[in-house]
């Protein structure tokens, strides 16, 4: 059996996590400062990619693939940062948007290091 290191991720991705929402609250601050370009950080997906781990499947139908579902490299965000007179390309509805999308993502975390940290207490029993 390999090790699990679901820990381990869970804590990288809000350590990532953390460093959106201070970017994105940088960006609402200075969504009135001339000639601030809104700034994002690099997807967690490609951080995952640069370390060594992978997912490994036990039996062959653990991680199929869904018709129904989009390929994930067909689904693309637009980035359609609007411009001001001023020079500024904050948009708060995106940066609210993005503020979401992190809170969402750090409920999941917890919600699985709960479930995670349940299956542990169970199997020690």
Excluded: C
């Amino acid at each position: 059996m390999e090790p699990v290191y679901l820990t381990k991720l869970i804590s990288q991705s809000n350590g990532w996590l953390s460093t959106r929402q201070a970017t994105i609250a940088e960006n609402i601050a200075n969504a009135n400062t001339p000639g601030f370009k809104a700034k994002d950080v690099e997807p967690f997906v490609s951080v995952i990619d640069k370390t060594r781990l992978a997912m490994t499947a036990t039996h062959g139908n653990h991680m199929g693939t869904n018709t129904d579902m989009p390929e994930a490299s067909k689904v693309r965000k637009s980035d359609s940062w609007l411009v001001t007179h001023s020079g500024n390309s904050v948009s708060i509805e995106q940066e609210l948007v993005k503020t979401g999308e992190v809170a969402r993502a750090h409920s999941l975390n917890a919600s699985v290091a709960k479930s995670f940290h349940r299956m542990y207490l169970a199997s020690v029993k």
